[in-house]
């Protein structure tokens, strides 16, 4: 096919994209890989008047992932010995001896750094920016939708990285486990469509700023999301805009603690994803998902959704736990269904004492330290997600070399004195050991006839247990334990959340005492540095009270 600006070449009968040439460049697919591993594009050439099939140099040196995520990035070749050396994991290497100079301040190549939320993963891919060259080129992926993605709006996935690496991920056990993995039984019927992407191609003849490119494929991003369902896929599997339905409606929530009206569930995330337990989506993998954001006063609608049977579910930021509207809707094409207001009541039983962070699902808003100086990712220095950065779960044991955090109500800034993840401590001997840490507060008076809960959403965990005690570190057994939770490994892949948890403990008002009061929160398990909890909202709550009062 080729219409005198791209070229693709098919494989007859197999149909395999087996050579695609653009602006001189004769294929930017890597012929070497086996016919079943095309989907990975190794984007390496020679120049024109080179002979043989291994490329001799990279074309495509600069990667962008977000206007606030992108750079030139190392080669190849600085990832492998002796130039690389392999850290705690393959996947991250020190870059000991960089080809290029000015990587001789970088320290650490590590895919993990550029992964994004799929809410997120609209446009990524790379830019040529050949010296003494004005034609440059670039190279981006584009999801129009994530309708086919697994997992919802904030399961995690790889984007681009050192190759040069573009990857469109469907499904994905990274930042989640096996749950995110789908099973399928025997004599089980399952087909899905993933798809399509829009593999997008520009270039600059004129010697302007490559950077143009970037701001190019966002704005063709937009186009191809307006465009979204696409009308041209032949197969009956996918569905038009026609045969699909609509549906719009308004979260509120209520919370009789917090005001005797209404709240409007402002920035909500409300989707459609198959029947299930109250948030189940997250752990969803083998159907279809759509999401939308509601307005600020919790309106929200979602069009172009495949017909089939979903529940309604939803979060809201600021609260916790998970919505799910009890009645299964069926979309039918066509359909234009208004579900009127909704209303959310998240877990409550009494006032609030004392709470610890945001309830947003993420422990970015705590402590992340600055990384070790032998470790640094230079784009995230003075960057808003600097907890990409390599090796922060060392930091822990640095900060608290001999006892574990001890944070105090009314004292204590959680941005300042909470770390963000309560991880292992390494021992000299390259053994690990589990943590206690330590939440210190005063009560003026106690109920001792009432039940006191604790309030503990966790935005991660990674085969560890949460035990909590109170007001005695000893106590045997704790007044709660998770068991083993979590396979995320969102510690090791700098990622600031996996999959979310809640746990609701009750705490007898027998256990607390007028004045001071300790819960001790300990992760046990201690057979690696990735192993720990990552929190994201804790809060006690008092007995059961006159409300608003």
């Known amino acids: 096919m080729d219409n005198g600006i791209l070229q693709v070449t098919l494989s007859n009968p197999d149909g395999i994209v087996i050579g695609i040439r653009y602006n001189g460049v004769d294929n930017l697919l ?50 492998s010995p002796p130039r690389g050396q392999a850290l705690a994991y393959p996947e991250a290497v020190l870059l000991v001896n960089p080809v290029e100079p000015e990587f001789k301040g970088e320290k650490v190549d590590d895919k993990y750094q550029y992964s994004c939320e799929n809410k997120d993963i609209k446009v990524h891919g790379w830019i040529s920016m050949e010296p003494n060259n004005n034609n440059n080129v670039g190279f981006w992926i584009i999801t129009p939708s994530d309708e086919f993605r697994s997992g919802g709006p904030l399961k995690q996935n790889l984007t681009s990285h050192v190759g040069p690496t573009a990857l469109s991920v469907f499904l994905s056990a990274h930042y989640s486990g096996d749950d995110l993995v789908p099973k399928i039984g025997a004599g089980e ?20 700023d490559p950077l143009q490119l970037w701001d190019d494929a966002k704005t063709q991003m937009k186009m191809e999301v307006q465009s979204w369902p696409y009308s041209f896929p032949a197969s009956e599997d996918f569905q038009k805009s026609e045969e699909r339905g609509n549906l719009s409606g308004r979260l509120l929530v209520k919370d009789r603690y917090i005001s005797d009206d209404y709240i409007s569930a402002n920035g909500a995330y409300v989707g459609l ?19 939308s954001r509601a307005d600020e006063n919790g309106y929200f609608s979602i069009n172009d959704i495949r017909t089939g049977n979903y529940s309604i579910y939803a979060w809201v930021p600021g609260f916790i736990g998970d919505y799910r509207c009890d009645v299964v809707l069926g979309i039918t094409s066509g359909c234009d269904i208004e579900t009127g207001d909704l209303v959310y009541e998240p877990p409550r039983s009494g006032p609030t004492l004392w709470e610890i962070g945001i309830p947003d699902r993420s422990a970015a808003e705590f402590y992340v330290p600055d990384p070790n100086p032998n470790y640094v990712n230079q784009l995230y220095l003075n960057h808003p997600d600097k907890f990409r950065q390599y ?12 006892k574990d955090l001890v944070y105090t109500v009314g004292v204590s800034d959680y941005s300042k ?22 939440i210190q507060f005063k009560l003026d008076k106690v109920d001792q006839s009432g039940t006191y809960k604790l309030r503990l959403a966790l935005a991660s965990a990674t085969l ?7 007001n005695d570190p000893k106590a045997n057994p704790p007044v709660f334990t998770s068991g083993l939770i979590g396979k995320d490994n969102s510690i ?18 027998t256990r607390l005492v007028e004045g001071d009061n300790t819960i001790f929160l300990t992760q046990p398990r201690s057979s690696s540095p990735f192993q720990g909890i990552m929190y994201d909202y804790i809060r006690l709550e008092g007995p059961p009270s006159s409300p608003t009062s």
């Not at 090796?391 to 001999?402: K, M």
């Not at 700098?494 to 609701?504: D, R």
């Open 30 to 79: 890597e012929v070497l890989n086996d016919e079943s591993n095309r989907g990975y594009w190794d984007l390496v050439w020679n120049s024109p008047t080179s002979t043989g099939t291994t490329g001799i140099f990279d074309v495509f040196h600069y990667m962008a992932v977000a206007d606030n995520r992108q750079r030139k990035m190392p080669l190849p070749d600085d990832r």
């Open 273 to 291: 994803a198959p029947p299930g337990d109250v948030g189940s989506w997250q752990r969803e993998c083998k159907d279809y998902q759509f999401w």
């Open 464 to 470: 560890s247990e949460l035990q909590v005690r109170v």
């Open 391 to 402: 090796g922060l779960w060392e930091r822990y044991a640095e900060l608290y070399p001999d």
């Open 492 to 509: 090791a892949r700098h990622g600031i959340h996996g999959l979310y948890w809640l746990y609701n403990v009750s705490i007898k008002g």
């Open 417 to 438: 004195d909470w770390f963000f993840a309560q991880v292992t401590r390494k021992k000299d001997n390259n053994a690990y050991q589990g943590t206690t840490w330590q």
């Open 189 to 208: 019927q399952w087909k899905k469509v993933f798809g399509p992407i829009f593999i997008y191609l520009n270039s600059l003849f004129d010697g302007s």
